[in-house]
């Protein structure tokens, strides 16, 4: 199983410039997540999706846009790259267990650094 | 949201057990306790979670205080491979999904062979 595969692993953008990060899921989950991750600090949610059709916003927001093409797959666009987006950006998605827990599976992440 | 508290960071020797502590002394009643755990270079994984009774899974066990203030995850023989960063995180299914999740700093555990 493939489980939650990010495209691509590594980036460098020059400041302003603008890129897609691609995510999709083979476990059929309905929802999907972004999280940013700066050095030695936790990760951080920016976008999540419930389900397919639907998305909101998380803790940090700004900067980004985000699409939930299908049900599989959950892309993360940035619009004019700045230095503070350097990170590494994780997509994950989750499997509803009964009602009151969800597992969330995570991608390998993708090392950006803007310039 | 209720908040944890755990180490910077942790040692222990190869085969043998570790005790990863992690406070949460204003956990609220419907709190579920999640462990996930972060390999160098790797997503976060999940681990294990419980609400009040301890547990065992195949990667690790919770031991959960009566009070519910505080959790410890055991590993029973560390391995090269345990060594990641251990997330203790709180959520409560009644306020909505895991975008409630909130990953802190973590404890970053090493393992010396």
């Known amino acids: 199983n493939a489980g939650v595969t990010q495209t691509p692993k590594f980036q460098v953008l020059k400041t302003g410039q603008s890129m897609t990060l691609q995510c999709a899921q083979d476990?059929?989950?309905?929802?999907m997540y972004w999280y940013r991750q700066d050095p030695g600090m936790g990760l951080r949610l920016i976008y999540y999706?419930?389900?397919?059709?639907?998305?909101d916003k998380g803790e940090v927001p700004n900067g980004y846009n985000v699409s939930r093409l299908n049900k599989r797959e959950f892309s993360l666009r940035l619009e004019s790259a700045a230095p503070s987006q350097t990170s590494v950006y994780f997509c994950?998605?989750?499997?509803?267990?009964?009602?009151?827990?969800?597992?969330?599976?995570f991608g390998s992440g993708t090392q950006l650094s803007v310039l | 949201d209720a908040k944890t508290t755990q180490p910077n960071s942790m040692e222990s020797n190869e085969e043998e057990p570790v005790h990863l502590p992690c406070n949460h002394s204003?956990?609220?009643?419907?709190?579920?306790i999640h462990w996930y755990r972060q390999l160098p270079s790797q997503g976060p994984e999940y681990v294990i979670h419980?609400?009040?009774s301890n547990v065992n899974n195949r990667m690790a066990s919770l031991a959960i205080a009566e009070d519910r203030k505080s959790s410890t995850l055991i590993l029973h023989r560390a391995t090269l491979r345990d060594a990641a960063v251990y997330y203790c995180?709180?959520?409560?299914?009644?306020?909505?999904?895991?975008?409630?999740?909130?990953f802190g700093k973590g404890t970053k555990l090493t393992v010396n062979p």
């Open positions: 994950a998605s989750s499997e509803a267990q009964g009602l009151v827990f969800e597992k969330l599976f």
């Open positions: 999706s419930a389900s397919e059709g639907t998305t």
């Open positions: 476990m059929n989950h309905n929802s």
């Open positions: 204003t956990i609220s009643g419907t709190d579920y």
């Open positions: 419980g609400l009040t």
């Open positions: 995180i709180l959520r409560d299914p009644l306020q909505g999904g895991s975008e409630k999740l909130v």
